[in-house]
T-cell receptor, first 112, second 111 residues
Framework: AQSVTQLDSHVSVSEGTPVLLRCNYS??????LFWYVQHPNKGLQLLLK??????LVKGINGFEAEFKKSETSFHLTKPSAHMSDAAEYFC??????????FGSGTRLQVQP | DGGITQSPKYLFRKEGQNVTLSCEQN?????MYWYRQDPGQGLRLIYY???????QKGDIAEGYSVSREKKESFPLTVTSAQKNPTAFYLC??????????FGDGTRLSIL
């Protein structure tokens, strides 16, 4: 069975401090992992994708994620949060090119 | 610019009424998808189409119908059989092996 678990439904950070959004996956197939961001009343925008070429993946807007097979994790990080980062973030798995499996999302709040 | 256009942005449905949500893409993608998003939940797949004139049910297809007569277009009809249609509907498209691109969504509410 395929599943994606985002461990925090809400994360609140202060502007300029690091961001950590946690994601664990389970998959019978080789995972194909993505992080998407969704701003209010908007569609999802791709932040980054894991392609198996490298375990540390760099994305847009200063975000990056590290694939750890031993921990079945794909946590999203950013060294310094910006007010514009406030949004909902989704961890997504597409194992073996099958249908996407979405996590339930993490809402990131950035305090001034 | 290439992208996915969903219309309308807001839609209201009366009881017993069918409504159709539009999704058009100019990315030349073969595959298109419809998702439903409810508050506090991830996206759930309603229908998808890998090629023109073919489509498959997703996880929550009951009460919905689709057509794929053109590569660029994948309209979704929310029928009166869908008893809880209030949600945010997202359309996406992709080429093989690539991440999905999403439209900006349609918010459907009941009058």
């Amino acid at each position: 069975a395929q599943s994606v678990t985002q461990l925090d439904s809400h994360v609140s950070v202060s502007e300029g401090t690091p961001v950590l959004l946690r994601c664990n996956y389970s998959s019978s197939y080789s995972p194909s992992l993505f992080w998407y961001v969704q701003h209010p009343n908007k569609g999802l925008q791709l932040l980054l994708k894991y392609t198996s070429a490298a375990t540390l993946v760099k994305g847009i807007n200063g975000f990056e994620a590290e694939f750890k097979k031993s921990e079945t994790s794909f946590h999203l990080t950013k060294p310094s949060a910006h007010m514009s980062d406030a949004a909902e973030y989704f961890c997504v798995n597409q194992p073996g090119r099958r249908a996407l499996t979405f996590g339930s999302g993490t809402r990131l709040q950035v305090q001034p | 610019d290439g992208g996915i256009t969903q219309s309308p942005k807001y839609l209201f449905r009366k009881e017993g009424q069918n409504v159709t949500l539009s999704c058009e893409q100019n990315l030349n993608h073969d595959a298109m998808y419809w998702y439903r998003q409810d508050p506090g939940q991830g996206l759930r797949l309603i229908y998808y189409s890998q090629i023109v004139n073919d489509f498959q049910k997703g996880d929550i297809a009951e009460g919905y119908s689709v057509s794929r007569e053109k590569k660029e277009s994948f309209p979704l009809t929310v029928t009166s059989a869908q008893k809880n249609p209030t949600a945010f509907y997202l359309c996406a498209s992709s080429s093989q092996g690539q991440p999905q691109h999403f439209g900006d969504g349609t918010r459907l509410s009941i009058l």
